[in-house]
C-alpha cells in the first residue's frame, strides 16, 4: 500500500473532464494514505485547517503551496486567516474528486515548516 510520502512524490496529472469522480471505494482508499487531519466531505472533496503561531506563517504556507499548485497545475480553495490556512480540494471539472487531489493535499502535508 503506497503511504502518503508516495502520494507526494507524484505528480498531478491534468483533468480536461469528461470522466468521472472516484467511487467510494477509491477515495477511501486513498484517504488513508494522508497524513492526519484531513476530512472527506461527502466523497466530494478534501478539507483540512492549517495552524500556523501567526498570520505571517499561515501567510508564508500560502504563498508555499500556492507554488506547488502552479507547478501541478492544480489549485485548490484557500482560506487565509491569523494562525490559519483552510485548504479545501476538488477537481473542478468533474465536480469531485480525483487522484490529483490527494496527491497535492500530500504535497501540502509536506509544505508545512
Known amino acids: ?21 472516484l467511487a467510494t471505494d477509491a477515495v477511501s482508499r486513498l484517504a488513508q494514505q494522508l497524513g492526519g487531519g484531513w476530512q472527506v466531505v461527502n466523497d466530494h472533496h478534501l478539507l483540512k485547517e492549517f495552524r500556523f503561531k501567526n498570520f505571517r506563517d499561515a501567510l508564508g504556507f500560502t504563498n508555499r503551496i500556492g507554488e506547488i499548485s502552479e507547478q501541478q497545475g492544480h489549485h485548490p480553495d484557500l482560506q487565509l486567516a ?9 477537481t473542478h471539472k ?10 497535492l ?3 501540502f502535508d509536506q509544505a508545512v515548516g
Do not use: H
Open 1 to 21: 500500500m503506497a503511504n502518503a510520502c508516495e502520494l507526494s512524490n507524484r505528480d498531478c496529472v491534468p483533468c480536461r473532464g469528461g470522466v468521472p469522480a
Open 94 to 103: 468533474v465536480n469531485g474528486l480525483t487522484e490529483s487531489d490527494f496527491i
Open 82 to 90: 491569523w494562525g490559519r490556512v483552510v485548504v479545501t480540494l476538488y
Open 105 to 107: 493535499a500530500a504535497k
